[in-house]
Every structure is written in structure tokens, then in C-alpha cells.
């Protein structure tokens, strides 16, 4: 299916992650040009995109989403480069890998993450439909798409991690009223959240690595496997998509396993070399 996303404009932040590359293979694959925003692994980032067969066009933008300036130059320098801004993917985030109870949790580990992945992504997205506004939509009716990337923790929470849990619940807040703003500057312009649960990155792998970390994060999924973050990405495209997607907008698509927040098998009936193995294959 041609999901007419071929010489569409797509801003990803946090391009560098785990998700963020396999957002940047995905979308390079449909052959869109891509704005890839960076922070801490900047210059990793740009030794991947050096290397990879679509690096003509891509454009690397170092910016901290946290800081509205920045994520404005970035958007701004977009523009210079490709003429307009199609689609945004606000991925940027952080996941503090300490379990800490609320009370024991430093004011800087809370504000840093609700920085990060709240106010990055409410940063973002402002940039996003400012740049909108100022270009207008698109002749041929192929409306914007702006997706976040959220989390099963906004929805069931997660203990020992309750900044993160609400940075991402705020997300919710953010698609449901965007949905009705993003449409009086582009009529056919989307908004949109997946929402992963357990997602193989560089950023969860050593925890998982911890004998018995799979069954007890796969005793909640019917699937009992984990997501990998090409699976991530492609729910993204579907989402992004005016062709997939023209008639979604307001919803969050949960990418998870069937996760429910409860608990469906019992150890003894987790193989984890067996999803040790599935999370190789493809």
C-alpha cells in the first residue's frame, strides 16, 4: 500500500534512541525526508546518518526540546532546508533507570523527566503547528500528522517511577485538545499517540537482562513477547499516513501485547529463551 508518504517532510526528536532510529529507517524507507533532532548523542547521530543510504535526504538538528528557542531554530532550520514541515513524531524522552519512591525521588529527577517528556513534547508540538500555520496546508488536501509517543506507564502507572508515569499521562491531555486545534491551521491535519508498552531499546535492555525481568513484564500480555522498536515505528507510519490514517485523529494506539495491567500467566508458563529468540528474528 502507498502510504503517500514519499517527499513528505517528517521531524522526528530524540532521532537517536532506540525508537528514534527505527522511526528513521521507517519513514526513509517510504522515502520522506527526514529532520532528526538530537541532543545528548548528537554526534552519534550524525556518525548514523553518514552511513546510511538516505543521508541526502536528512537533515540532523541539535536541539533540548526542553527549551522552546531551540526546538524553534530546529523547526526553523527545517523549513530553510525542505520548504516545509509534514509530519512530527515528538519521541524525546527519558526514563530515569532508578526505582524510586515519590518521597525519596530528587525535585531535579522530577522536573527532568516531566521537562523532557511532557514539556519537550508540548514544546514540540507548539513549533510543529507554528510552522504549520506560517506555511499553510498542503494544495493536494494530504493533511499534517503530528504522533506522540507515550507509554503504558501513563495509563497503568508504574511504581518506582511515578515522574515519568505522569509525564506521560499528560500526553492524553495534549492529543485530545490538539486534535481540535491543529484543524484551524491545516482542515485535515491529525493528532495522534502510540502508546508502547515493553519496548526492546538500549534504554530498558540491561533490565531486562536480570534473570526472571521477562516473565514478570510478560506475565501481563496475552502475547507473551516483547516489543521491538521497529514494531514502534510502524505503528507510527500507520498513524502519520494520509492514505492509512485520514479519518484517525484524538486516539492513542496502544502497542503492548494486549497488556491489561494485570497479570495473565504465572512464571513457570514464561519462556524467556524463547523471547529471547523472537526478539532476534526479522
Known sequence: M?????GKTVAITGASGGIGRALCEAFADEGASLVLQGRAHFEALERYVEQRPWRERALCVRADV?????????????V????????????AGVWPREHELLHETSVERIRGAIDSNLFGALWTARA????????????????????????????????????YAVSKAGLYGLVRSLKN???????????NMVEPGWTVTHMVRKELEVPGAIANVARTMPLRQLARAVDIARAVLFLASPAAARHITG???????????????????????AVRRRLQQD
Open 2 to 6: 502507498d502510504l503517500q508518504l514519499a
Open 66 to 78: 526542553a527549551v522552546p528557542a531551540e526546538i524553534e531554530r530546529a523547526f526553523a532550520s527545517a
Open 80 to 91: 530553510e532546508r525542505f520548504g516545509r514541515v509534514d509530519v512530527c513524531v515528538a519521541n
Open 128 to 163: 510543529f503547528m507554528a510552522t504549520l500555520a506560517r506555511g499553510g496546508a498542503r494544495p493536494d488536501g494530504h493533511g499534517a500528522a503530528l504522533v506522540f509517543i507515550g507509554s503504558t506507564a501513563g495509563r497503568f502507572g508504574e511504581r518506582g517511577h511515578a515522574e
Open 181 to 191: 486545534e491543529i484543524v484551524h491551521v491545516d482542515p485535515y491535519a491529525r493528532v
Open 251 to 273: 486516539e492513542a494506539l496502544t502497542v503492548a501485547g494486549g497488556m491489561e495491567g494485570r497479570t495473565q500467566w504465572s512464571a513457570e508458563q514464561i519462556d524467556e529463551a
